[in-house]
């Protein structure tokens, strides 16, 4: 991989939230949880750089509730809406290649 696809897939993720429920195992597994789902993001967004070279994500954010991700790629700019910031990668990745990914 480039030096430029690199710096356009680690553009900023979601920051991972958790509040400590007292139960450590619970927490341990929340947390791992949310590790897989970081870990998908980045691998739905490595695979729309690699079709769509020079694109930039926008910042991820929730808005009236909803996760909202963003792909800006020459004059285009797309945006995805689910109902957290996995959902909404997908939904972004489908728009670009109507598909759902693995």
Known sequence: MDSGSAATIF????ELVMKNSG??????NRLAIEACKLIAMVKLRDRMARFLPGCRFLKPTLMDGKA???LRAGPLTRLG????????????HQQDFGLRGD
């Open 11 to 14: 553009t900023p993720l979601p």
């Open 23 to 28: 139960d450590t195992l619970q927490d341990k």
């Open 68 to 70: 909202v991700v963003g």
């Open 81 to 92: 809406e689910g109902e957290d910031f996995l959902a909404a990668y997908y939904e972004l």
